[in-house]
């Protein structure tokens, strides 16, 4: 079965940086998607940015444009999202999801697989 395990959140200041991990395993399929995801409180689970496993295509929300990064290293079988520059706006808990066909990859709704999630904090 699918685990997905979120890592490398924690609390930083307004200008720093952090990058997310997210450790895949039982997720063989070759076309979907994967990506991350924050919900704050008291607001809805938002996608931030996707990642086509297909043909490596990305997608940002356009609050993350140019300080994020989503990438994949098969390799290790890690998904992971760079942070720079981080806003207090960023503070959220941030989930790594996976699904199986790369339709609908920006609705959260339409994701099978999620992680526990990881904090990010920025002061």
């Known amino acids: 079965h699918v685990q997905l395990v979120e890592s490398g959140g924690g609390s930083v200041q307004a200008g720093g940086s952090l990058r997310l991990s997210c450790a895949v395993s039982g997720y063989t399929y070759s076309s979907g998607c994967m990506g991350w995801f924050r919900q704050a409180p008291g607001k809805e689970r938002e996608g931030v940015a996707v990642f086509y496993t297909r043909g490596g295509r990305t997608y940002y929300d356009d609050s993350v444009k140019g300080r994020f990064t989503i990438s994949q290293d098969n390799a290790k079988n890690t998904l992971s999202l760079r942070m720079n520059s981080l806003k207090p706006e960023d503070t959220a808990m941030y989930y790594c999801?996976?699904?199986?066909?790369?339709?609908?990859?920006?609705?959260?709704?339409?994701?099978?697989?999620w992680g526990q999630g990881t904090q990010v904090t920025v002061s």
């Open positions: 999801a996976a699904k199986d066909v790369g339709l609908n990859c920006v609705t959260t709704g339409s994701y099978k697989y």
